[in-house]
């Protein structure tokens, strides 16, 4: 087992990103490639990408060494169940020169593992959507939301940025001056010079009435997909930063939203890690000490670790069931330090 | 004076409607025709309506005796922002062989005047959309919401579909037994038979997991157009009835948002009336009661008439400018008795 090496990759929207590394954690080999997700991108562009990644994390390494690889991406159940894409990749590991077999997991597992080694616990998803689930014994056990913008996903980007253009409206049909949220939302939907093609024929901003204003910015986002909201949610997030109350209230009501939907599937009192994961929880952004101080408020005893390194923790899960409990930890705090 | 006559027609997305009346409020014909809204169905359209129910309220009437004339339509800014779709009104106008003008104004004032003589008011609309207006001398002055199923109709039949789709989801992800409403989501969605395609295939709704049960209710929402949620405020209602509480919340949520949206625009002590308007304030509905309660809450001066015939409405504003104040509130009493 000296020489053991396991693979582990993490397959996004934007990037696909692998790693190669010993059961005693030294990283031996890196890959990135582009967007391999093989819901938005299709099967077969996303093996390619899936191809290169491993061709980069490996090089020069002997790929019988590899003893264990696990893949983790988004809508992995879509994938399994479609034999022409499972064979895409199936095809892009073995021409990789790779034997051991190939484990594909949800990314929610991966985000999981990236911040505990603890078997059971939690991990809470905020991005452009958002999810939670529970994990038992590292496999899923239950899910929250992850309903989409149009039914769920409250608390996400999508809904910061509906409910940063929502508050704008209502201060705009109030007649109450705008404050630093609400004028960046306007700035932003109708920079100047933006002309509108209502009633009356077009018109520049300046010339509108106040309700003529609604209407166009009513436009300007009805006339775009609507998932193009969550692009508004940085403009909440600077808004709090100075100080604007409106984008504080958004915020504390998402955390409270997303400490819902992960009370809906965790017990009180469960003293289990919760990961926090996704680029609203992760990054500098407000919404998450707002979130840590709602799940401390419930679950107080819970650790509340970062997700962090994908491929890392793809790769760990791929090496934990050749190593005992107590190196199975001892990787974990190698890799994850 | 005494042979004048006026004429009035509501335009609605699925009938036209016209009355013909003397200014003392004798009706001497009426006509109706298919929907007429010329937004969605097209300027020629709505006009060929307008043309077969201006022909039926006239019948053998010296169209010469018609003094005014009003039609009250939504979307009316659009129409006379168009000239084309506004000389179609106007040729279907000259071809009944009316001489008078053609007075075209929005549905919120039509709706409003069904409801009350007062020129100073508001007019509260929950149908599909949900917008709240004010009126000042009979002219719009303030407008609240009606920005669409995405931002905004706050309250509305689609917030409420939406709603209750979200309730079931939250409870499916809880584990909770489904309730009423929870159950006839469900049942409308996904009736007994019902099939999906997810991960592992097709399979029947029995042999679903949990999580692909809920999967394959959000699938049946978002394959369809967003505004059909609209169609399961019935459930909602329903639901109530039978003392579901999820549902009683529901519309409580309901009514409080709508009476947010008329106190964005109207002041606090102020007594004039608010008409309620639109299928889910005018009908038998449990949320007429909610709104009233909440709006009595605010405004308690205020008398809160509902909105009725909206023929007859237009009649009155086209008889109004012809009449005294006295005469006009007689007509109006005996319009609307």
């Not at 895409?88 to 190939?102: E, I, N, Q, S, V």
Request: net charge neutral; with cysteine.
């Amino acid at each position: 087992m000296s020489d053991a090496l396991v693979i582990g990759l993490d397959i996004g929207g934007t990037s696909t990103r692998a790693l190669v590394t010993s059961l005693a954690g030294d990283r031996v080999g890196t890959g990135t490639a582009g967007g391999g997700n093989p819901t938005s991108h299709g099967a077969v562009a996303a093996a390619a990408e899936l191809a290169k990644a491993l061709s980069a994390a490996l090089g020069a390494i002997d790929p019988a060494r590899v003893r264990a690889g696990t893949i983790g991406l988004a809508g992995v159940a879509r994938l399994l169940a479609d034999p022409p894409s499972r064979a895409a990749f199936d095809r892009a590991w073995a021409d990789a020169g790779l034997t051991c077999p190939l484990n594909l997991i949800g990314d929610a597992l991966v985000a999981y593992a990236s911040g505990t080694a603890s078997p059971d616990g939690s991990v809470l998803i905020a991005g452009t959507g958002a999810i939670a689930v529970t994990i038992r014994g590292f496999a899923l056990d239950r899910v929250s939301d992850g309903h989409g913008w149009l039914l769920g996903d409250a608390g996400s980007g999508f809904w910061l940025g509906r409910e940063a253009v929502r508050a704008t409206l209502a201060a705009m049909d109030a007649g109450h001056p705008l404050g630093h949220l609400a004028t960046a939302v306007v700035e932003t939907l109708m920079p100047p010079g933006t002309t509108g093609t209502l009633a009356g024929g077009r018109a520049d901003l300046g010339a509108l009435s106040a309700r003529d204003k609604v209407d166009l910015l009513v436009q300007r986002v009805t006339r775009r997909p609507p998932i193009e909201l969550a692009q508004l949610a940085p403009l909440v997030i600077a808004a709090q930063a100075a100080g604007d109350r409106t984008a504080t209230a958004i915020l504390d009501e998402a955390a409270r939203l997303l400490t819902e939907s992960v009370a809906r599937i965790r017990e009180p009192g469960d003293a289990s890690p919760i990961v926090l994961a996704g680029g609203l929880l992760v990054g500098d952004t407000p919404l998450a000490p707002a979130v840590e101080r709602e799940l401390a408020a419930r679950w107080p005893d819970a650790k509340r670790p970062r997700a962090s390194d994908g491929a890392a923790a793809a790769a760990w899960l791929a090496a934990r069931p050749l190593l005992s409990p107590p190196e199975a930890a001892a990787l974990h705090a190698r890799l994850f330090p």
